[in-house]
Nanobody, 124 residues
């Protein structure tokens, strides 16, 4: 069973950048499909991006972040990343990393393992 811990959140001005990290332990990281999700106050948790396991590392993004965010992973370091550029106030949310062993896509119900989240706040 994998444990996930996010870091790298903070306060940034609109137009700025942040890089989130998600450290995994307790499992073979490369065996897991990984995703980033976010939840703003009063809203449901929503999909941000996902990346496949070993091999070609196919990625998928929500339309709202496409071209601004980049998901990546380093299996040797057991770490998932989310590079966020050109941040907007509407990107303000708690960001969560998530994992599962079979499903690659945006459905949060199919991710079995979740971190505690890291707060990202974008000021205008």
């Amino acid at each position: 069973q994998v444990q996930l811990v996010e870091s790298g959140g903070g306060l940034v001005q609109a137009g700025g950048s942040l890089r989130l990290s998600c450290a995994a332990s307790g499992g073979t990281f490369g065996n897991y499909v990984m995703g980033w999700f976010r939840q703003a106050p009063g809203k449901e948790r929503e999909f941000v991006a996902c990346i496949t396991r070993w091999g070609g590392y196919s990625t998928d993004y929500a339309d709202s972040v496409k071209g601004r965010f980049t998901i990546s992973r380093d299996n040797a370091k057991n770490t998932l990343y989310l590079q966020m550029n050109s941040l907007k106030p509407e990107d303000t949310a708690v960001y969560y990393c998530a994992a599962n062993q079979r499903y690659w896509g945006p459905d949060k119900r199919l991710y079995n393992y979740w971190g505690q989240g890291t707060q990202v706040t974008v000021s205008s």
